[in-house]
């Protein structure tokens, strides 16, 4: 098959989208199939690039949670879609949207994939415990993009059930983004602290502040080291915040390599974010044998990765994320065989199963909208 993959951003993997997107293209290639990519960036093989579209502040907002939206070109476009066999979007962005109208003049079937979450928006204006503003968003991103469209790939059960209870009426295929095979397990290594570790868009949803809360209401503080890794806007607020702790904690960004690297050398992982769609990241820190613990939330689907309630914490609670940890730096023994289990759960999140599954999607699809 020739397939079509829309997403504005394919170069800089600073979010969990556009990693799930890369991944999916070069399995796919792997299976025979001839893959396209619209995008932003630098060229590339079978990549059609458009320019950067500036969009009066929410380009200033974009950038600094490292996103990017491309400019529309309508030559391009009908040349990228020009004898493909399906197109699958990433994102509900104003190119999508101008993609999907020719591709339906075409007459070429179309999946779109939902990767923002309402409260992914809702958070970053300050709105994101306002249950009447997350429905508004899921509504307008209905009305703006999904409603064009007969099938819907949701990386979780959670997100499915959310656009259900939201009104969403396409056929929704639940299909994880899955793991690499590059994330797997090593041997322990005995450290002197324990090393804690958090991957993600220092952005307001993610809540590292509560890690940073925790690693002081320790009672073994001085024992807990932090590693977080990603770029964002509260940067500069959360390194204010670690001031005073006995460790002062690293903020970084790493290539795939370097994190494989980080989280093998690292002890815990904890996912203290409010709103999740699936959180790749912590899947792949447990694939590495990492035990999780898990801020306790209802807009999550990351909750559902827990073996048991030693990896879960009450959402928005530092001090309870503070007892876990505790708990862990007192039971080494029972971390390591419990990192062993998640570890093994990792590898029930591959991504070739996803593809394969994907690969069954594609066959499916009919042109036409809902």
């Given at each position: 098959?020739?397939?079509?993959?829309?997403?504005?951003?394919?170069?800089n993997?600073?979010?969990g989208?556009t990693a799930?997107?890369k991944r999916f293209?070069?399995?796919?290639r792997k299976?025979?199939?001839?893959v396209?990519v619209?995008?932003t960036?630098e060229?590339?093989?079978?990549k059609?690039i458009l320019p950067?579209?500036f969009i009066?502040?929410?380009?200033?907002l974009?950038d600094k949670?490292?996103?990017?939206?491309?400019?529309v070109d309508?030559?391009?476009?009908?040349?990228f879609?020009?004898?493909?066999d399906?197109?699958?979007?990433?994102l509900?962005?104003p190119?999508?949207?101008?993609?999907?109208k020719i591709?339906?003049?075409?007459?070429?079937?179309?999946l779109?994939?939902?990767?923002v979450?309402?409260?992914n928006i809702?958070?970053?204006?300050g709105?994101?415990?306002?249950?009447l503003?997350n429905k508004f968003?899921?509504k307008?991103?209905?009305?703006?993009?999904y409603?064009?469209?007969?099938d819907?790939?949701?990386?979780t059960q959670?997100?499915a059930?959310?656009?259900q209870?939201?009104?969403?009426?396409?056929?929704?295929?639940?299909?994880?983004?899955g793991?690499s095979?590059?994330f797997?397990?090593?041997?322990?290594?005995?450290?002197e602290?324990?090393?804690v570790?958090?991957?993600?868009?220092?952005?307001?949803?993610k809540?590292?502040?509560?890690i940073?809360?925790?690693?002081r209401?320790?009672k073994?503080?001085?024992?807990?080291?932090?590693?977080?890794?990603g770029?964002g806007?509260l940067l500069e607020?959360y390194?204010?915040l670690?001031k005073?702790?006995?460790h002062?904690?690293?903020?970084?960004?790493?290539?795939t390599?370097g994190?494989?690297e980080l989280?093998?050398?690292?002890?815990?992982?904890?996912?203290?974010?409010d709103?999740e769609i699936?959180a790749?990241?912590?899947?792949?820190?447990?694939?590495?044998?990492?035990v999780?613990?898990i801020?306790?939330?209802?807009?999550?689907?990351?909750?559902?990765f827990?073996?048991d309630?030693?990896?879960?914490?009450?959402?928005?609670d530092?001090?309870?994320?503070?007892?876990?940890i505790d708990?862990?730096?007192?039971?080494?023994?029972?971390?390591?065989?419990?990192?062993k289990?998640?570890?093994q759960?990792?590898?029930?999140?591959?991504?070739?199963e996803s593809?394969?599954k994907?690969?069954?999607v594609?066959?499916?699809l009919?042109?036409?909208r809902?």
């Amino acid at each position: 098959m020739t397939i079509a993959f829309v997403v504005d951003q394919y170069d800089n993997i600073t979010n969990g989208t556009t990693a799930s997107a890369k991944r999916f293209v070069e399995n796919l290639r792997k299976h025979g199939h001839t893959v396209r990519v619209l995008t932003t960036g630098e060229p590339g093989a079978d990549k059609y690039i458009l320019p950067k579209a500036f969009i009066p502040l929410v380009t200033y907002l974009a950038d600094k949670q490292g996103i990017a939206f491309a400019k529309v070109d309508k030559k391009v476009i009908r040349e990228f879609l020009t004898g493909v066999d399906l197109v699958h979007f990433y994102l509900p962005f104003p190119l999508a949207r101008a993609v999907e109208k020719i591709a339906r003049e075409m007459n070429i079937p179309c999946l779109a994939a939902f990767h923002v979450q309402a409260e992914n928006i809702t958070y970053n204006i300050g709105m994101g415990t306002s249950k009447l503003a997350n429905k508004f968003f899921y509504k307008f991103l209905h009305s703006y993009f999904y409603k064009r469209f007969a099938d819907i790939h949701c990386p979780t059960q959670f997100i499915a059930g959310e656009l259900q209870a939201n009104g969403y009426k396409a056929r929704l295929h639940v299909i994880s983004n899955g793991v690499s095979e590059v994330f797997y397990p090593r041997e322990p290594i005995a450290h002197e602290n324990l090393r804690v570790l958090m991957i993600g868009r220092l952005s307001p949803e993610k809540r590292q502040d509560l890690i940073i809360e925790a690693a002081r209401k320790s009672k073994y503080a001085d024992k807990i080291e932090l590693y977080f890794a990603g770029h964002g806007p509260l940067l500069e607020k959360y390194k204010k915040l670690s001031k005073g702790l006995p460790h002062e904690p690293s903020f970084n960004f790493y290539t795939t390599e370097g994190l494989i690297e980080l989280m093998r050398s690292t002890d815990i992982y904890v996912h203290a974010s409010d709103a999740e769609i699936e959180a790749i990241a912590c899947m792949e820190a447990f694939s590495c044998g990492l035990v999780p613990i898990i801020a306790n939330s209802k807009k999550s689907a990351t909750v559902y990765f827990a073996i048991d309630d030693r990896s879960l914490f009450k959402q928005g609670d530092a001090a309870d994320l503070a007892r876990k940890i505790d708990y862990w730096i007192e039971h080494p023994e029972e971390r390591i065989a419990l990192g062993k289990e998640y570890a093994q759960k990792g590898d029930t999140f591959r991504v070739a199963e996803s593809v394969r599954k994907m690969e069954e999607v594609y066959s499916s699809l009919k042109p036409g909208r809902l």
